[in-house]
């Protein structure tokens, strides 16, 4: 079975342009949620999607935008990108009993 | 959600047992405490889970006073693998959109 995958490992990115990452929830889960996580820092909520529809949301500017698809994988896109973006971004999917987010390796993005 | 206060870091020696202790003095009635476990580069790996008084997996203890302000992950043994960032937080067991909130953790050094 496999768990949480996410594409690409690695990736950089210079200061203005747009990035999507790409997340494959756990084999049964519905819900995923998606986190950045700075060197050093623990891991901060961005959103959630569930049923297609973002759930909730962090606080993270409109910049950064997600989709979930029919068979409940995810996107994460972040446009006009920051050096500040530069991050481990996490990507964890759960259903709702019993509840415990799975998460992924994760995307290292660099923004130069 | 409560606030949760833990150690940056902690040294223990392989074949000790480790306790971590963290605090979370405004934990509401419904809260759950739970703790992640967190290797370079990867994401975090739920460890165990508790609402009051003793939990226990193959992993790891969890001990939860009455008052629930404080609890403290005990492993035992720890070998040097058991090396990671150790997250502390208070989590919603029921309802939707249950995001997590990571603090900055604690980081265990296993020596030999």
């Known amino acids: 079975d496999a768990g949480v995958t996410q594409s690409p490992t690695h990736l950089i990115k210079t200061r203005g342009q747009q990035v999507t990452l790409r997340c494959s929830p756990k084999s049964g889960h519905d819900t995923v949620s998606w986190y950045q996580q700075a060197l050093g820092q623990g891991p901060q909520f961005i959103f959630q999607?569930?049923?297609?529809?973002?759930?909730q949301r962090g606080n993270f500017p409109d910049r950064f935008s997600g989709h979930q698809f029919p068979n409940y994988s995810s996107e994460l896109n972040v446009n006009a990108l920051l050096l500040g973006d530069s991050a481990l971004y996490l990507c964890?999917?759960?259903?709702?009993?019993?509840?415990?987010?799975?998460f992924g390796p994760g995307t290292r993005l660099t923004v130069t | 959600l409560a606030k949760t206060t833990q150690p940056i870091s902690m040294d223990s020696y392989e074949g000790q047992e480790v306790n971590i202790t963290c605090s979370h003095n405004?934990?509401?009635?419904?809260?759950?405490i739970t703790w992640y476990q967190q290797f370079p580069s990867q994401g975090p790996r739920f460890i165990i889970q508790g609402y009051k008084t003793k939990v226990t997996n193959e992993v790891a203890s969890l001990f939860i006073p009455a008052d629930r302000k404080s609890s403290t992950l005990s492993l035992p043994r720890v070998s040097l693998s058991d090396t990671a960032v150790y997250y502390c937080l208070v989590t919603k067991a029921s309802g939707s959109a249950r995001q997590l909130t990571f603090g900055s953790g604690t980081q265990l050094t296993v020596l030999p």
């Open positions: 999607y569930y049923e297609e529809e973002e759930r």
């Open positions: 964890a999917s759960s259903i709702e009993t019993p509840y415990e987010q799975y």
């Open positions: 405004n934990i509401a009635t419904n809260d759950y």
